[in-house]
């Protein structure tokens, strides 16, 4: 089925970015961006990025965001709720970029079949080294924002995604993709972006065996 409007299944970080640049390529067309929020604040669930980033990344793709709240309780009512309005807009298919944890594919199809929607994996099962080799190759640019301490070394926190950086992923026994939770990332350039988004990288917050990277849109200083 080519040349469709989807909803993407939107993180922010690459997965996701590579997802809807597949898509994009089939000759499909991003009618809407998705996310979902942690229920009482402001930032991203799991890569924890906030609305501003989340918007900028929207607005370069040149599609609408909707965004949704929940805790891990309410997930599935949000999801449902947020298929069923793609749907009434006329939209058929959701874009998601995971790559091989089937669990999650079972889920997302099933929920989405409750709606009459198709669910598409770009990335599934593609061996990881040639999908982060494509994202790479293609220009994409990201960043390394959450780093799981129970899994990888905090020291990753702020690296830029390159392949040097799988080497040592790779070298230490660690998944490259963050397939299981690893870590996750946030994308500021590529090919589905009109421009690149400038994005200051601050301090980090240490909770509950992760660390997350404060970032934000760089404001412009500069006066006429």
């Keep these: ?11 922010g970080g690459k997965d996701s970015a590579l997802a809807t640049y ?5 000759g499909d067309t991003p009618a809407m961006l998705w996310t979902m929020f942690e229920q009482d604040q402001s930032h991203s669930k799991s890569h924890a990025l906030p609305l501003e980033i989340i918007q900028a990344q929207a607005k370069q793709i040149g599609a609408p965001l909707m965004i949704r709240k929940a805790d891990w309780a309410g997930y599935e009512m949000q999801f449902l709720d947020a298929m069923r309005v793609c749907k009434a807009h006329g939209i058929p ?3 998601f970029g995971d790559i091989d944890l089937e669990d999650h594919l079972l889920w997302v199809q ?5 709606v009459g929607m198709e669910a598409v994996h770009p990335l599934w099962e593609e061996p990881r080294r040639t999908l982060l080799e494509e994202f790479i190759n293609e220009g994409f640019e990201a960043y390394i924002v959450v780093v799981n301490t129970k899994m ?8 830029r995604f390159t392949i040097e950086l799988m080497d040592e992923l790779e070298a230490l ?11 996750h990332t946030v994308v500021v350039d590529g090919p589905i972006f009109k421009e690149r988004i400038a994005v200051r990288m601050g301090e980090t917050v240490e909770k509950d065996g992760y660390v997350f990277l404060n970032c934000e849109i760089e404001k412009d200083t500069s006066t006429d």
């Design 110 to 114: 099933s929920m989405c079949a409750k």
């Design 22 to 26: 597949r898509a994009i390529k089939a």
């Design 173 to 183: 026994g660690i998944d490259s993709c963050g397939e299981s939770g690893e870590f």
């Design 1 to 11: 089925m080519t040349g469709a409007k989807f909803v993407a299944s939107w993180s």
């Design 152 to 159: 990888m070394p905090a020291e990753f926190i702020g690296r």
């Design 93 to 95: 298919q959701a874009v």
